[in-house]
């Protein structure tokens, strides 16, 4: 049994799809379906449940797949040690973060670890799906590192260091009847149409939960791609918005109202859980503990 005939049954089980486990391998849909049947035939069981719709796991392939993820695993750590060796640090780290994210300096601290070790490949994706996105990305193990900002309940078989934490404010066209209050509940907004990111997004996961808590599910009229362009929409009357006070500019057409309701939205930076990091990835761990630490003394 060969090491690539895990990774593309590993990537197989992953997309449940040989088109996307071929696009992912950058390999031709007929080579990935030869090596899954010479693995079925090498281990004498059907791995996968195929019909004209769908592709699934079966019971065999279920049983399979931890213990294959952990070959490769186990693969990786002796490969890594061996160069490491006789070179220094090497490896691959595999980096989900938000859109523009300018409140923690991401670029400066894998600028400064790319420094010390230069053999060690960055890879950084900016999620387009969101906090929950990214999540399942790291619980399925496509991405090593996530910038996350869900609550801790949507953490479940994470590891999560905490960053910092924002408060929400609520932005309101500077001519709204509610304008001129120095607080706004959630309640207060309840009728409102909203400009808010895409669902998925850490920052709205949160309010819709609260409206959900309220039995007062709210109506979004605008969504944006990023927190930044939120106060544009606003000014321009199109609708009123509950974010995190992140400290961008909302300009002369909209007020920042503090929100009564004391929510505040959480930065984390999570890996999984029960799962050795690698040399490369422990760390840059440890470099962003030691800058937890400075930033809390």
Known sequence: METRQLEVFVAVAEELSFTRAAKRLYAVQSTVSAAIKALEAELGTTLFDRSTRRVTLSEAGSAFLPEAKAALEAVDRAIAAAQEASAGLRGSIRIGTM??????????????????????????????TGSTGMVDDVRSGRLDLALLGLPESDLVGLDARPLTSWPYVVLLPSKHPLADRETVSLRDLAQESFVDTSAGFGNRVVIDRAYVALGMPRRVGAEVADLSAVPAYVQAGLGVAVVPDLGFDIGPGAVRVRLADGMTWPMTIATLAGKPPSRALRTLLDLIDRLISFADE
């Open 99 to 128: 859109t523009n994210l300018s409140v923690f300096d991401l670029p400066g601290l894998l600028g400064a670890f790319r420094q010390r070790y230069p053999l060690v490949d960055i890879h950084v994706t900016v999620s387009t």
